[in-house]
């Protein structure tokens, strides 16, 4: 089964505006983490919460995570251009394998 | 913080040919590192698990005569992929694990895109 499905897969929004992502996962984890790709590029470590958490913040990120639903969001608030890029949530399960979701493409207009 | 490195950052090859991708964990040690493949606007796929003095654990699906994983120290893992075609052009991205117990974090390498012809 997938792990990971998030949406939407496409969020285009003008600057300052907030964008949301959302991420859904099928089994238990040890925690949700949240990561940010440039295209061509690598992966930059967001924000990570665990599993006993509901929600966290990290400057202008704030993720909540619903473990009855199996559900997080990632809310980046006052959005820039520079925040232009694909966003993946990732599980932590045993051993600490990740299993990263589809990802959002997210485009700020200037 | 933590900083990953991958070389080649591109590299093309003929049909038949093996091409290795080096990781390296430039200012930590890492005992664990792991292997990512990644299609065009898709996810990243576990590959395989990288122990260090230990054979890699690879995910099912995975041919590990096809893509020979070496961990020989603990701040370098190899992935080589072996007589390589066109169906193995992808972007592979290693990461290098801080941590044993308790809270562990991925660092990933900025990536190797192969493009096999």
């Known amino acids: 089964s997938q792990q990971g499905e998030e949406d939407p897969q496409a969020l285009s929004i003008q600057e300052g505006e907030n964008a949301t992502m959302n991420c859904s996962y099928k089994t238990s984890i040890n925690n949700l983490q949240w990561y940010r790709q440039n295209s061509g590029r690598g992966l930059v470590h967001l924000i990570l919460i665990r599993s006993n958490e509901r929600e966290k913040h990290s400057g202008r990120l704030r993720v909540t995570l619903d473990t009855s639903k199996k559900s997080s969001s990632l809310l980046i608030t006052a959005s820039r251009a520079a925040d232009t890029a694909s966003y993946f949530c990732a599980t932590e399960t045993s051993g600490s394998r990740l299993t990263f979701g589809e990802g959002t493409q997210l485009t700020v207009n200037p | ?117």
């Open chain 2, 1 to 117: 913080g933590a900083v990953v490195s991958q070389h080649p950052s591109r590299v093309i090859c003929k049909s038949g040919t093996s091409v290795k991708i080096e990781c390296r964990s430039l200012d930590f040690q890492a005992t664990t590192m792991f292997w990512y493949r990644q299609f065009p606007k898709k996810s990243l796929m576990l590959m395989a698990t990288s122990n260090e003095g230990s054979k890699a654990t690879y995910e099912q699906g995975v041919e590990k005569d096809k893509f020979l994983i070496n961990h020989a120290s603990l701040t370098l893992s190899t992935l080589t992929v072996t007589s390589a075609h066109p169906e193995d052009s992808s972007f592979y991205i290693c990461s290098a694990q801080i941590g044993t117990s308790g809270t562990k974090t991925q660092y990933f390498g900025p990536g190797t895109r192969l493009l096999v012809l």
